[in-house]
């Protein structure tokens, strides 16, 4: 039966493409904007469109079994209502909790079964440290002792590839939610990922206005909204799991060996 992904050009959706492959699924159909830019593997069917169109979603699935769902607020209402007239039998989502409680909710009343994942921080948003690293060393943030167990994108591809390709309905109804190996705090992660690229990496606390004045020119608008969730994450650390391991079999990468594989990120 086919299992369709949705959001295959982006950094998740094009990598539990791959990892289905890996884990032997055949019928696969990808839905991407961009199908040049995805570069898609040869025997995976292509279909153009976008969540945000709900109008392309009719052709992507006729006769899919599976669905792994990529976040889009916007639309999820009308693309789960779609999905379940389509009697596919179940979604995995990229879903969460905190701001993405809305979205959590709405496929959780979905009239189609579905298994959520809520991942924390992604490992490459520590590429946003990229640009001080390379010219200073050093890292300058205000929050220091946020505690967060970061997580590599492909480590989250490789669980919903495993929910996708084995059915189980003993995960249905479930939000798991995802994390690397260890909590560390920004500090110490930032120590973690010098000891991936082999060179030394300092934490130095600064003001909540020096962090956005760094943080903007990578993040744009989006950087008030980071360091103000990283400020109310002072009181809520992170506790580090290891679903990634009971549901892959294999124990999601730390850190550290993110960073190796990524040392060029950092220049």
Request: aromatic fraction near 6%.
């Amino acid at each position: 039966m086919t299992v369709l992904v949705t959001g295959a050009t982006g950094n998740i959706g094009r990598k539990v493409v791959d990892r289905l492959l890996e884990l032997g699924v055949r019928d696969i159909r990808a839905l991407t904007t961009d199908p040049a830019k995805a570069n898609l593997p040869d025997g995976v069917e292509v279909v153009t469109g976008f969540l945000g169109r709900p109008e392309t979603m009719s052709v992507a699935l006729a006769d899919v079994d599976r669905v792994y769902l990529a976040p889009y607020p916007p639309t999820i209402g009308i693309t789960c209502e779609m999905i379940a007239a389509a009697r596919v039998s179940y979604v995995v989502a990229l879903s969460g909790g905190a701001h993405w409680q809305q979205h959590a909710d709405v496929i959780a009343a979905a009239a189609v079964p579905a298994i959520q994942l809520g991942p924390g921080e992604f490992c490459e948003n520590f590429a946003m440290w990229a640009t001080q690293i390379a010219a200073t060393g050093t890292v300058r943030e205000p929050y220091p002792d946020v505690v967060e167990a970061p997580i590599a994108m492909d480590d989250i591809a490789r669980v919903a590839a495993a929910l996708l390709a084995a059915p189980d309905d003993a995960h249905l109804g479930r939000m798991y939610e995802l994390t690397g190996p260890e909590a560390l705090t920004r500090a110490q992660i930032a120590e973690q990922i010098g000891i991936g690229i082999g060179r030394p990496v300092r934490f130095e606390t600064c003001s909540r206005e020096e962090a956005l004045a760094t943080l903007a020119p990578v993040m744009g608008e989006q950087a008030s909204w980071y360091v103000d969730l990283l400020a109310a994450g002072v009181q809520t650390p992170q506790q580090a799991n290891d679903l990634v391991a009971e549901l892959t079999g294999a124990p999601a990468i730390s850190i550290a060996e993110w960073a190796k594989l990524n040392a060029d990120r950092f220049g």
